[in-house]
């Protein structure tokens, strides 16, 4: 079971980024991803989720109206779209899967460094 997420970057505020999480190992159409973030010094923050079924379930209602996320399972892929990013954003972005949004997390994937800065 792999999980990688991609495409951080450096971005100014005000800008948009779209994360990707490639999923190998198990057949993505039966199960939820969400996304979380760890900013420096920070725990972990669980952001969202979206179901088997594309629910989209919001955990942190900072990103609300900003974030969405969308999945492709014909590509094994997860989307996490961002916009309006502020600097607090800047964190390490983590894709995990799990049963259902409301379920414990059962792998975790390789995270992404996103940067908001002028």
């Known amino acids: 079971v792999q999980l990688q997420a991609s495409g951080g970057g450096l971005v100014q505020p005000g800008g948009s980024l779209r994360l990707s999480c490639a999923t190998s190992g198990f057949t993505l159409d039966d199960l939820a991803i969400g996304w979380s973030r760890q900013a420096p010094g920070k725990e972990r923050e669980g952001l969202l989720c979206i179901s088997n079924t594309g629910r989209i379930t919001y955990y942190a209602a900072s990103v609300k109206g900003r974030f969405t996320v969308s999945r492709e399972n014909a590509k094994n892929t997860v989307y996490l779209q961002m916009n309006s990013l502020k600097p607090e954003d800047t964190a390490i972005y983590y894709c995990?899967?799990?049963?259902?949004?409301?379920?414990?997390?059962?792998?975790w994937g390789q995270g992404t460094q996103v940067t908001v800065s002028s």
């Open positions: 995990n899967r799990r049963w259902h949004c409301h379920s414990t997390v059962q792998n």
